[in-house]
């Protein structure tokens, strides 16, 4: 049996930004997240002094497939388990 699976990198990186307040502070965030890369979390601050930071978690977006093989279906869901690399998450799997 052959089992497919998606995964994504789950290495994330962070990003910061400083405005007046919460709305411009996104706003910059935004600004700054590269193609292919998702906003997952933006988290605000405001320190004495009245600026705002902004804290953000992005995270890249792309999916590979991998594939694989064993005599029955747990047998391959935990092959492919197994070829999932430390710095990814397993998606989903999908019976070919």
Known sequence: MKVRGLIQTSQ????????????????????????????????NAMPRGGRVI???IIRQSAVEEIEAEGPDYATARDALRAAVPATHRLLTIVVD
């Open 12 to 43: 994330t990186r962070e990003l910061d930004a400083e405005a007046d307040d919460a709305e411009s502070a996104r706003a910059l965030i935004e600004e700054q997240v590269p193609e292919g890369f998702d906003l997952l979390q933006v988290h």
């Open 54 to 56: 902004a804290k953000a």
